[in-house]
Each structure stands twice: as structure tokens, then as C-alpha cells.
Nanobody, 115 residues
Framework: QVQLVESGGGLVQPGGSLRLSCAAS????????MTWYRQAPGKQRELVAT???????NYADSVKGRFTISRDNAKNTVYLEMNSLRPEDTAVYLC?????????WGQGTQVTVST
């Protein structure tokens, strides 16, 4: 059984920052990619950022230069540092990991950017 637990969401003013964490636990031997997605009300889920086991990263155009994804392999944890937040970043942020042949999703953490 594999579990992903996200944390770090909350309410922040425009221009502010948040750091999300997603910790994986359970029967995991090797994690390949680790990815953050987000889903806003009434919109499709979109990929925000991904990081491979080798450390290569990829970002959605809308967050390039503002968000940074990183991982700690010893802790099976992926992070998303979010700076210069905008109201349009408001969404539920979910992490997804690929380990072997399997993909696992977290439950999500709410990020709200508002005055």
C-alpha cells in the first residue's frame, strides 16, 4: 500500500509564496517521475511541474520562472516552491508519482490566492 500526503497549501495574498510538500510512504522500491498537477473549479486538471529520477524538470508555461520543483529521494518527497503567486494559481494541487509500473495520486491540498 502506497500513500501520498500533500501539505503546505493555504490562503496567500497575490505576490506571496507557498511551499508544497508531498511525502510518499509504503511499499515503494524506486520512484521514477514525481509531478504536481492542479485543478481549478470548472477547469481541467493541468500539469504544473514534473521532475524525473535524474533531476530533469519541466514546467507549464504559466508557472515558468515562478515555481520550482525539487525532490528529496531519501525522504521520498517532492516539493513545489511557488513564488509571485497570482489569483489564477488558485486550485487544488495534487501530486502524482510513478514507481515501477504503477502511478499513485495524493488527495490534494488547496491553494487560494486572494486579497
Amino acid at each position: 500500500q502506497v500513500q501520498l500526503v500533500e501539505s503546505g497549501g493555504g490562503l496567500v495574498q497575490p505576490g506571496g509564496s507557498l511551499r508544497l510538500s508531498c511525502a510518499a510512504s509504503g511499499n515503494i522500491f524506486s520512484i521514477n517521475s514525481m509531478t504536481w498537477y492542479r485543478q481549478a473549479p470548472g477547469k481541467q486538471r493541468e500539469l504544473v511541474a514534473t521532475i524525473t529520477s535524474g533531476g530533469s524538470t519541466n514546467y507549464a508555461d504559466s508557472v515558468k520562472g515562478r515555481f520550482t520543483i525539487s525532490r528529496d529521494n531519501a525522504k521520498n518527497t517532492v516539493y513545489l516552491e511557488m513564488n509571485s503567486l497570482r489569483p489564477e494559481d488558485t486550485a487544488v494541487y495534487l501530486c502524482r508519482i510513478v514507481a515501477g509500473m504503477w502511478a499513485y495520486w495524493g488527495q490534494g491540498t488547496q491553494v487560494t490566492v486572494s486579497t
